[in-house]
């Protein structure tokens, strides 16, 4: 895990970088240099220093689920029976290969899983076989993702002030 050193200062020069690393995550360090006027050693120090102290999170990999065969994205939100520590049942819900990501949520539902599927009957296996069979499960609705826009990194100029919360 990222080294954590309390309330951290991102400055406007850590601003820049971040906007154009958003703008274009596979930026070299000589371009990022080139473009804020800093010698590709100091970028390359900003950015280690960014990673270090979990600014920046990671890079990862964004990949067409339909260019694999997976034809379905869906929402499953998810009502639980109440007394039974949430944590085991989100670790067992993970354990489903199909689930991408699981949101624990205030309001009517308790989970709110995002999985991608085949098809619908790919997506019935994995209910019937899977995500009802959980212990504590008690209700849930299934949502077919019909297009999506998706925000992938957080706007650097969002933290006016320049500090950044853990």
């Known amino acids: ?12 020069v850590d601003r820049k970088l971040l906007a154009l690393l958003g703008a274009d995550p596979r930026a070299s360090t000589r371009k990022l240099s080139r473009a804020i006027g800093m010698s590709p050693g100091a970028v390359g120090e900003r950015l280690e220093r960014l990673q270090e102290h979990g ?11 339909s260019a694999l065969g997976f034809g379905l994205e869906v929402l ?7 007394g039974s520590p949430v944590e085991n049942t989100i670790d067992l819900l993970w354990g489903i290969e199909e689930v991408q990501a699981i ?13 991608l ?3 619908q009957h ?22 077919i993702i019909l ?16 500090s950044v919360e853990e």
């Not at 600014?55 to 689920?65: H, Q, Y």
């Not at 499953?76 to 109440?82: G, H, N, S, T």
């Not at 949101?103 to 308790?110: H, K």
């Open 117 to 119: 599927v085949r098809d």
């Open 147 to 162: 297009d999506r826009r998706q925000r992938v990194a957080v706007d650097p100029a969002a933290a006016a002030d320049g």
């Open 103 to 115: 949101q624990l949520v205030t309001g009517r539902w308790d989970l709110v899983l995002t999985m």
């Open 76 to 82: 499953v939100a998810i009502e639980l029976r109440q």
């Open 1 to 12: 895990m990222a080294e954590r050193d309390g309330a951290r200062r991102v400055d406007d």
């Open 55 to 65: 600014v920046i999170r990671g890079f990862s990999l964004d990949v067409d689920p």
């Open 122 to 143: 790919h997506l019935r296996e994995v209910l019937l076989g899977a995500v009802w069979s959980v212990a504590d499960f008690q209700h849930s609705e299934t949502m």
